[in-house]
């Protein structure tokens, strides 16, 4: 009786946690990857095309909150949703997906610096490659913050499912029933 309640358990939760069969796995991997192509191909699209046409209008932003607060200040909200919401929209599949593709990169510190440096080297391309386009480092942070919010609400969760790790058995310092290693 003892040996099935300590195989039910895992450290810190109620139940154990049995891996997805290989087949699952690797599907669920593969989906994953192509869907960070899809995201990376329509990041660039979205990021890394020219506009000349608003090139005089573009300036570079390194102070944090300085273009939020433009943005804010627009007489149409609408154009302040747009701006902010679609910069948080644009980091939600990073957070839902980096997990599944490199679980190495589950924990919210992992996710958000690889997010920030993705999205920093982005907006370093912007800024110097792109005509109509400059640095800002507001987007960065909403980026960012997109991923966060990804990474919450489903990435977490999906990646857990996809790399769950199988019963502990086997391992020097296990638990046994009484606590002790």
């Known amino acids: 009786m003892a040996g099935a309640a300590s195989r039910l358990r895992t450290a ?30 329509v990041l660039a699209r979205l990021t890394l095309q020219p506009s000349p046409a608003s090139e005089a209008l573009t300036h570079t932003n390194l102070h944090p909150g300085r273009s939020l607060k433009a943005y804010l200040d627009q007489p149409e909200l609408r154009d302040a949703v747009r701006q902010v919401g ?12 980096v997990p599944v593709v490199a679980p190495r990169t589950r924990g919210i510190l992992r996710l958000l610096l690889l997010t920030a440096v993705v999205m920093l080297l982005v907006e370093f391309a912007q800024g110097a490659l792109v005509t109509g386009r400059a640095f800002d480092i507001d987007d960065v942070i ?5 991923a966060l919010i990804g990474y919450l609400l489903l990435g977490r969760r999906m ?14 310092g296990k638990k046994t029933a009484s606590g002790r290693a």
């Open 159 to 172: 990646s857990r499912a996809v790399h769950a790790r199988g019963p502990r058995g086997g391992r020097a």
């Open 12 to 41: 810190g939760s109620g139940r154990e946690r049995r891996p997805l069969p290989l087949p699952v796995r690797l599907l669920a991997m593969l989906c994953a990857f192509a869907f960070m192509v899809a995201f990376a191909v």
């Open 142 to 146: 909403l980026n960012t913050t997109g």
């Open 86 to 97: 679609g910069n948080i929209l644009l980091g939600v599949p990073f957070g839902v997906l």
